[in-house]
């Protein structure tokens, strides 16, 4: 077994174009994983607007004055603003210049290009209440360098001023999600009701491929649809749609590869040793048809990856203010007609590019793993 695993594992990595996908397939799941480490805007769904610096092209980059807000955010431990995001404390406001005056900071505001105003702001009323007792110049010199930074938009921003680069790494997290939860549901269902149906067959098979064949004359899109407005309409809900309506196709494989084992001698070996039928289908039957198993595996988890990013185009998927790769192109498709066409052109990319690396990925298994193939 450990051989055959070292022979496929060989044979994938003769092909660049495997390796360049496995690249793109761990690069995107470790960016999702570590989402709010990596992006510049860390506060929750990277939903810090800045209206006046909505729809920037990418590198533009902007002064802003981080004022303290009024409300105080509840507090968390560290662990948990990994995976969540950290509300920010401040409200950042873009400006063009900034000067002290006495106890005053007065700034030009920038509002579009060739517009701004003049803001004044309290010296004291801009610090948090443990540097409010240094001296003027000390009190001065935190505000420029704690509360005065210099940010560049590498993707650009929204059209709300959010950074795009920030919710194209939150959003991967979406496309990565429902894509597992897709593959495991579809997978649990197909393996079950295809190995039951295969290996029994008669009345079983007869009735798991009616439900099969009803479905499979059902739009794909439309079942969806019809569950989402069932279950509602959210993070989860979408994931188990997706998932509920992908078993399809795994159960027909699934079922193909168990008529044929089942007539195995090996197999009839096994029952003649008296071993249970759940026995033989799970420790004699799957194990051989793991193969296909793992090729259907990465085709569910593209295919889940684009039914995802069209839900969430139409307005079904997930909601705002949550980042997703389909509502950023829903948000910006407008945009293409103007000067601004990366706004849904930069996440049509990202599906792009993992949807590809996961059909690859899936193809190359499916040469590797076929027997007749020299």
Avoid at 12 to 36: E, G, K
Avoid at 144 to 161: S, V
Avoid at 257 to 286: C, P, S, W
Wanted: proline share 4%; with cysteine.
């Amino acid at each position: 077994m450990a051989n055959a695993d070292t022979s496929i594992t060989r044979k994938l990595l003769r092909r660049p174009s495997v390796i360049v996908a496995v690249s793109i397939i761990v690069l995107t799941c470790l960016l999702a994983l570590f989402a709010y480490v990596f992006a510049p805007d860390a506060t929750p769904d990277a939903n810090r607007m800045i209206v006046e610096l909505g729809a920037r092209s990418p590198g533009f980059n902007k002064e802003l004055l981080l004022v303290p807000k009024r409300v105080i955010q509840e507090d968390k431990n560290s662990f948990a603003y990994l995976f969540t995001g950290k509300p920010s404390a401040y409200q950042a406001v873009p400006f063009n210049q900034y000067q002290f005056t006495g106890d005053k900071l007065v700034i030009h505001h920038y509002i579009d290009e060739g517009l701004q105003d003049t803001i004044s702001y309290a010296v004291k009323e801009l610090l948090p209440a443990d540097k409010r007792v240094l001296s003027l110049q000390e009190q001065q010199q935190y505000i420029a360098q704690h509360q005065i930074e210099h940010r560049r938009f590498y993707l650009g921003t929204d059209r709300y001023g959010r950074d795009i680069l920030s919710r194209l790494l939150v959003g991967s997290r979406v496309s990565v999600a429902v894509g597992f939860v897709a593959v495991i549901l579809s997978l649990t269902i197909g393996i079950i009701l295809g190995a039951v149906a295969g290996y029994f067959g008669g009345w079983v098979d007869n009735t798991v491929m009616w439900v099969i064949n009803i479905l499979w004359s059902i739009p794909t899109l439309l079942l969806v649809f019809a569950i989402t407005l069932t279950i509602g309409k959210g993070f989860w809900e979408i994931f188990i749609a997706i998932g509920l309506t992908m078993w399809v196709s795994a159960a027909r494989l699934i079922r193909g590869q168990v008529l044929v084992l089942r007539e195995m001698e090996y197999i009839t070996a096994a029952k003649a040793l008296g071993l249970n039928d759940l026995r033989i289908i799970f420790r004699h039957i799957l194990p051989n048809i793991a193969g296909p198993i793992m090729v259907i595996a990465a085709s569910n988890f593209a295919t889940a990856i684009l039914v995802e990013a069209g839900l969430s185009f139409l307005g079904i998927g997930v909601q705002p203010p949550m980042p997703s790769w389909g509502l950023m192109i829903k948000e910006h498709y407008n945009f293409l007609l103007t000067n601004r066409p990366m706004l849904a052109i930069i996440p049509g990319i990202a599906i792009m590019l993992l949807v590809y690396a996961f059909n690859v990925l899936g193809n190359a298994l499916r040469d590797a793993l076929d027997v007749t193939d020299n």
